[in-house]
């Protein structure tokens, strides 16, 4: 099985930074895509970026390159840098990976529990 275990997160000023990071541990062969997306209360999950493992990065557009995505293949985590913080950036932020754990098997999409940022104004 995969884990994927997010830290990180807390309560904030808006304006403020904060560094959200995933790592994946389990039986992994390889990952695709890591990546995060949030839900805020009320509303449904939205994706916030991605990278892949050849360091493309994607990212929605309220991000407003406010935010940065980076990985480390060889630890299998990804970090997410959110700068400029304001309270419509509260929710609470999910890791989410594509990993393949048998040579022979397609990619397997995999979440972690989530990790709340308030942003007070």
């Known amino acids: 099985q995969v884990q994927l275990v997010e830290s990180g997160g807390g309560l904030v000023q808006a304006g403020r930074s904060l560094t959200l990071a995933c790592a994946a541990s389990g039986s992994i062969i390889s990952i695709n895509v890591m990546g995060w997306y949030r839900q805020a209360p009320g509303k449904q999950r939205e994706f916030v970026a991605h990278i892949t493992r050849d360091n493309i990065a994607y990212f929605a557009d309220f991000v407003k390159d406010r935010f940065t995505i980076s990985r480390d293949n060889a630890k299998n985590t990804v970090h997410l840098q959110m700068n400029s913080l304001e309270p419509e950036d509260t929710g609470v932020y999910y890791c989410?990976?594509?990993?393949?754990?048998?040579?022979?098997?397609?990619?397997?999409?995999?979440w972690g529990q989530g990790t709340q940022v308030t942003v007070s104004s």
């Open positions: 989410n990976a594509g990993v393949k754990t048998r040579y022979n098997d397609p990619y397997s999409n995999y």
